[in-house]
């Protein structure tokens, strides 16, 4: 069931194009348009996730996550700091 609600503002343009798509797809304004979100949604998550190459593309790709990484000094510093449970002084 259904129990958060999201409002917003529209022109009234707007929410005609809306009515009108929906009504074409025999669904109501609610549900057309939390379905156009949650499509859009997806679509940026997905987007920022997965990518697409072509092969010659690819092979760079790996080659570069497959290369030794360059001299970086932040990284080093970073890595040489114990992590706090692997510390003498940790609690057990």
């Not at 074409?24 to 990518?51: H, I, N, T, Y």
């Not at 092979?59 to 030794?68: E, G, M, R, S, V």
């Not at 990484?69 to 940790?90: C, D, F, G, I, Q």
Request: include cysteine; proline fraction near 4%.
């Amino acid at each position: 069931m259904r129990d958060t609600a999201i409002n917003l503002r529209a022109f009234p343009e707007q929410r005609d194009l809306i009515d009108h798509a929906a009504q074409l797809l025999g669904k109501s304004r609610s549900d057309f348009m939390l379905e156009a979100a949650c499509d859009k949604a997806q679509a940026v998550v997905l987007d920022q996730v997965f990518f697409a190459l072509d092969a010659d593309k690819y092979k760079q790709f790996n080659k570069l996550l497959d290369a030794p990484p360059s001299h970086n000094a932040a990284l080093e510093r970073l890595m040489a700091v114990k992590a706090p449970w692997k510390t003498r002084t940790a609690r057990k």
